[in-house]
């Protein structure tokens, strides 16, 4: 089964929470979608949502080797994508968008998505993955307990209070 924690934030808040992440592991980020599998590899967050609301972060720490495919590009016109990203050492990040009350989450699918097995080191990636929520849940600034507890990072809290 999964693991996850509900997670406000703004673009302030994900360069805190990114600045933090670059501290922890060697990372790199991952595109759910783009034009072409080099393409997938960026150095950040984009700043606009659209086209760019879910990110993986792998922990490079734990060597993955990424298979590349592509879907019929008339459905999704960014194409390409990792096809294994399940059974990789990723977490997912899905930003916010407070204005609309859309909050994101950060999800490890451990060996949900693996039917074969992981093939890294699934203790010491949970450790990783604890000090994240550690992390999350001693810097947010305010939380909400429904219908999940979602932890606010400090600007979003800031914006969700002014609405």
Do not use: C
Request: hydrophobic letters at 40%; glycine letters at 4%.
């Amino acid at each position: 089964m999964g693991r996850q924690i509900h997670i406000a934030t703004t673009n302030a808040d994900e360069k805190l929470f990114l600045n933090f992440l670059k501290g922890t592991a060697n990372i790199r980020i991952l595109e759910s979608f783009a034009n072409s599998p080099e393409e997938l590899w960026v150095d950040d967050f984009a700043p606009k949502l659209t086209g760019h609301w879910t990110y993986g972060v792998w922990n490079a720490n734990f060597p993955f080797e990424f298979e590349y495919n592509r879907t019929i590009e008339s459905v999704i016109p960014r194409h390409y994508y990792i096809e294994n990203s399940g059974a990789a050492p990723v977490i997912e990040f899905t930003r916010s968008n407070v204005r609309s009350r859309k909050y994101g989450r950060i999800y490890w699918s451990k060996d949900f998505s693996a039917p074969e097995g992981l093939s890294y080191d699934v203790d010491e990636f949970s450790q990783w993955f604890d000090s994240i929520v550690v992390w999350i849940r001693k810097n947010a600034a305010g939380k909400l307990k429904e219908p999940w507890t979602t932890y606010f990072l400090p600007d979003a809290w800031d914006k969700h209070l002014r609405q």
